[in-house]
């Protein structure tokens, strides 16, 4: 089988982490401190927080901006359901609006819901790897004074007007987990230029101040995370490359992913678009291609909430499926599972 997701481990790794072993300091040591400071640098922000998880970031992100009961929090109907499931673990009640062309929170849609609940904290999420509209998203937090964690757990290195994912928001939330473009196995980060709101942060995962949850990553996961992310720029130039050879065998017969305009993509996810796509991913994986619906659900069908009408998202959830991108793919294996998704759509069985 031809995986959907595959990290990529290398002899430094493995060196990095018998070191650790043999060091005995196996957390909290320099490996976190360098991935910190690495990371933080690298996304373009004063500071870099790990915890041990995506939804941990996007969690602690909520609580320290003060979502508390009844605040209102404004999500897109399309991500991973850790997106919504924050809001609700912080108190907060979440409000599910619609996505645009480009599977990121509808501008439009989001003043109609901001002037209707008053939310505190809005939260785009930067899915399949693709820039959400952070430039209108920043100027309507500006005039409406909610603040903004950016959901950048599928997008490490996605970049939009020479500003990265995780460096528009007042904090951004990443995950390193196992399928990520920077895995760690398990792991997650804040971003934040403002120091008070870094304060806020600390409090809630140091211990001393008051009273603070152990959200801590081992030196084990640093480790691996700060050898990947020194690869991430190649790994992501690959996976634009993959991306370009599907996009050149696809364009005419399915909906290629949007890339909005002064944006790089990072194709965590590689996503079509087709109205028969159950069974070109049957056929699929009846060769042996891993191909994947991300996601077959939106937020609020799946959690109970208030929500604008999210026309778009309906039809684009009957629609998406997502073949494997990542940069472990031989140009063999490409050229595979480019021919299959073509053999399928002009076999005659189906129509666009
Ligand atoms: C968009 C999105 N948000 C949040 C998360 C949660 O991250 P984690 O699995 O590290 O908790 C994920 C990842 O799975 C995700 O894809």
Redesign the pocket.
């Known amino acids: 089988m031809i995986k959907i997701i595959q990290p990529v481990f290398g002899d430094e790794e493995k060196k990095a982490v018998s070191q650790i072993i043999e060091s005995g300091q196996i957390t909290r040591g320099e490996w976190t401190e360098t991935f910190q400071q690495e990371f933080a640098s690298y996304i373009g922000v004063e500071r870099c927080y790990t915890v041990c998880?995506?939804?941990?970031?996007?969690f602690i992100a909520l609580r320290a901006l003060g979502v508390d009961k009844g605040d209102r929090v404004v999500v897109p109907a399309m991500?991973?359901m850790?997106?919504i499931d924050?809001v609700y673990l912080a108190c907060g009640e979440p409000v599910v609006i619609d996505v645009d062309d480009y599977y990121t929170m509808d501008l439009n849609q989001l003043e109609d819901a901001v002037k209707k609940y008053s939310p505190k904290v809005v939260v785009p999420?930067h899915?399949y790897g693709g820039m959400a509209d952070m430039e209108g998203i920043m100027y309507l937090s500006e005039k409406y004074g909610f603040y903004v964690v950016e959901?950048s757990?599928?997008a490490h290195g996605a970049v939009l007007n020479g500003k990265k994912a995780g460096a528009w928001g007042h904090v951004g939330?990443f995950?390193?987990?196992a399928?990520?473009n920077v895995p760690m196995g398990?792991?997650?980060a804040l971003t934040i230029n403002d120091p008070e709101i870094a304060k806020k942060v600390k409090d809630l995962i140091d211990f001393g101040n008051s009273p603070a949850f152990n959200v801590r990553i081992t030196e084990f996961q640093a480790a691996i995370g700060t050898l990947q992310l020194r690869r991430l720029e190649k790994n992501n130039r690959r996976r634009r490359e993959i991306a370009k050879k599907y996009n050149e065998g696809f364009k005419e017969v399915a909906i290629i992913p949007p890339v909005r305009e002064g944006s790089i993509h990072v194709y965590h996810l590689y996503t079509l678009r087709h109205p028969e796509r159950d069974m070109i991913i049957q056929h699929l994986r009846d060769s042996g291609i891993d191909a994947r619906v991300y996601y077959s659900y939106l937020l609020h069908e799946i959690r109970e909430c208030d929500h604008l009408p999210t026309n778009t998202a309906e039809r684009f959830r009957e629609e998406v499926f997502s073949i494997p991108v990542h940069p472990a793919l031989t140009d063999e294996e490409i050229d595979y599972v480019r021919e299959r998704v073509l053999e399928v759509i002009s076999s005659g069985k189906i129509t666009t």
């Open positions: 998880s995506g939804t941990t970031a996007l991500s991973f850790a997106t924050a999420v899915l959901d757990a599928q939330a995950s390193f987990y399928s990520k398990e792991g997650g």
